[in-house]
């Protein structure tokens, strides 16, 4: 039962990704080539929203639900790796119109040709596994 | 309401969800980073055996496992109960003109026939984009440490250096594929 309050914040993320087209390769496309507003919108809005909430629970100092302090840690520090991992991302993320999020919405919403998508990104990322120590961190 | 429901919903409302789903996972302990999910599918699937990076107690990203549950299942009441039955995506004229010039026909649904459609996956061509693109998202997300949710969100809400060249790099590889590969593939 624990779990129940997961399920449904991830209802409501594949109501609204859906709702809101960002699941649409359309709409990812749109974006690269900077035709209209609408993938900025829905990103930057929760950016914005997101640095004033964090500003507000570090200054506040926050708990959850468990009474224990709300703590964000700071990424390793790099540039390849955020740069090349980053870049092969975007690679990614242009050619099958979808992170990993909206892959598994696009699976519910019946495109079920995703779960082909989904089964590569979690190929990705045992060979990202396999190999990471030969790669620049 | 119903009227209200079925129409696309705007950029602001869905930002203000997605940062809000944000605060909530904070709230109960967590952070929001969809990728994650990944690599605890490799770990489930026995990949610690071979490979140390997935020798971790994935057990504790259960709640995570749960999330993806919930999104697929939001999904399918967002096409189900949520959309109106013949419904496009109303892309910018430009992006259509642009496509029209690779050869997509302009959308009749929410996504293109011409790469998700089942006859499309199951030729060589087709099969090939999803996969590949699959696996370029799945391999550099857990290079860079994290996917759109962990990074463009939750790293950049923190201010985090680390996050905002990722976002530089999902822009850089994001911008060769649309420019310089994508118009190979079906120029």
């Known amino acids: 039962m624990k779990f129940i309050k997961y399920l449904l914040v991830g209802i409501v993320f594949g109501i609204v990704m859906a709702k809101s087209e960002a699941i649409s390769w359309y709409r990812i496309q749109e974006m690269f080539r900077f035709q209209a507003f609408h993938m900025y919108g829905i990103i930057g809005t929760a950016v914005v929203l997101g640095v004033i909430g964090v500003a507000l629970i570090k200054k506040f100092k926050l708990r959850d639900i468990s009474g224990n302090p709300i703590v964000f840690y700071p990424k390793n520090k790099s540039i390849a790796r955020y740069l090349i991992g980053g870049s092969i991302f975007g690679l990614g993320w242009a050619l099958s119109g979808a992170c990993p999020g909206p892959m598994v919405v696009n699976i519910g919403y019946g495109f079920l040709t995703f779960a082909i998508v989904l089964v590569f990104a979690t190929v990705g990322t045992y060979l990202y596994g396999a190999i990471k120590d030969k790669l620049p961190h | ?187």
């Not at chain 2, 605060?23 to 055996?49: Q, Y």
């Not at chain 2, 299942?73 to 189900?80: H, S, V």
């Not at chain 2, 370029?136 to 923190?158: E, K, M, P």
Request: glycine share 12%; hydrophobic share 50%; with cysteine.
């Open chain 2, 1 to 187: 309401m119903i009227e209200f429901l079925i129409q696309p919903w705007s950029w602001w409302f869905s930002g203000l969800v997605i940062s809000s789903i944000m605060f909530l996972l904070l709230f109960f302990g967590k952070s929001f980073g969809f990728s994650a999910n990944l690599r605890t599918m490799c770990s489930i699937a026995g990949a610690g055996k071979k490979v140390k990076f997935f020798d971790f107690d994935w057990k504790k990203q259960t709640w995570n496992l749960v999330f993806l549950v919930g999104a697929i299942i939001g999904g399918f009441i967002a096409n189900q109960f949520l959309s109106p039955d013949d419904y496009a995506v109303a892309i910018s004229e430009n992006t259509i003109s642009d496509l029209s010039k690779l050869g997509f026909e302009a959308p009749t649904s929410i996504q293109p026939s011409e790469l998700f459609s089942n006859e499309n996956a199951f030729s060589l061509k087709g099969f090939l984009i999803l996969s590949i693109g699959g696996l370029l998202v799945g391999f550099g997300a857990r290079y860079a440490g994290g996917c759109t949710s962990g990074h463009a969100i939750s790293g950049i809400s923190d201010l985090q250096i680390p996050s905002m060249i990722a976002v530089v790099g999902f822009f850089l590889g994001g911008l060769i594929m649309t420019f310089g590969i994508i118009p190979l593939i079906f120029g």
